[in-house]
């Protein structure tokens, strides 16, 4: 690895797999370009007893390295998470201890990708009487959260109904009601209300956005409310348009991730298709 690289090089490399399958394969690190793939050690917790788990993965401009963060939760209605940090470099992981919140999934079985921007992973949470947004400081080790704009909070909104993601190069939430999607955007530390979405929001499903592409279209994930399988809209914020972009050829189980193209070596001699 050079310490020329950019801070989140590599994006979000997880598949959402129920925690059995988890603690059966354990954890794999690829690099799509280079094919090389990396088996990570199993992490130090009792797997039988997960009943939720979370991860993320992000770079560490200070020491050079890529960290795999874990969270994992031992009772569904808990607000206690414990938490785990793997280092590339080190090939081992440390407990980090415990945190006063539990992280959102649309499954309680489903693994919670973290969101990665400016070296930070974020992820949707529950507090103790509130819902947050959980953080983790990929360099300092530290954690923190953020507060909902306070419309949202003020309305109870269920969390479900918000997605984090990057609006253009910005940390962002959509948040969804019956007739428009809301947009907000982070700047200098505040929430700002972008935008509302109101193109087919009945028909159309609205979920994380994905990319700002060239001709300035926001690339969402989404889709037809009645179809399955990985699909994404693109939005147009001039024209409030929109338009489905289907993906052919995957299962309907797979998802849309993003990444960055990249050389970094992992070290560990084995790739795909050997």
Known sequence: MSSLLPDGIVERIFTRLPVKSISRFSICIWNPDTREYKLVPEPPDDLDAICYSAYGIGF??????????????????????????????????????????????????????????????????????????????????????????????????????????????????????????????????????LLNITAQVTDLFYGRPLQTLQNGEILIEGGPRVEQGP????????????????????????EVETYIETLVVLNSGTYVGQ
Do not use: Q
């Not at 024209?239 to 050829?249: A, D, K, Q, T, Y």
């Open 60 to 193: 560490d401009c200070k020491t050079d390295d890529y960290k795999v963060l874990r969270i994992v939760g031992f009772e569904i209605d808990g607000e206690v998470s414990e938490t785990s940090l793997y280092s590339l470099a080190l090939n081992s992981w440390k407990k980090l201890g415990s945190i006063p919140y539990a992280f959102v999934n649309d499954f309680y079985f489903d693994v919670n990708k973290g969101l990665l921007h400016d070296g930070v992973l974020h992820w949707r949470a529950t507090g103790i009487n509130s819902n947050v947004i959980g953080c983790f400081d990929i360099s300092d080790e530290t954690f923190h959260d953020v507060r909902f704009p306070d419309k949202i909070s003020n309305e109870d909104a269920d969390p479900h109904d918000s997605c984090l993601g990057i609006w253009e190069g910005k940390f962002c939430i959509l948040h969804r009601n019956r007739v428009h999607v809301d947009v907000w955007k982070m700047m200098d530390d505040k929430w700002s209300k």
């Open 231 to 254: 699909r994404s809209i693109s939005y147009d914020p001039k024209l409030e348009g929109v338009r489905v972009r289907n993906i052919h050829g995957f299962p309907k189980e797979s």
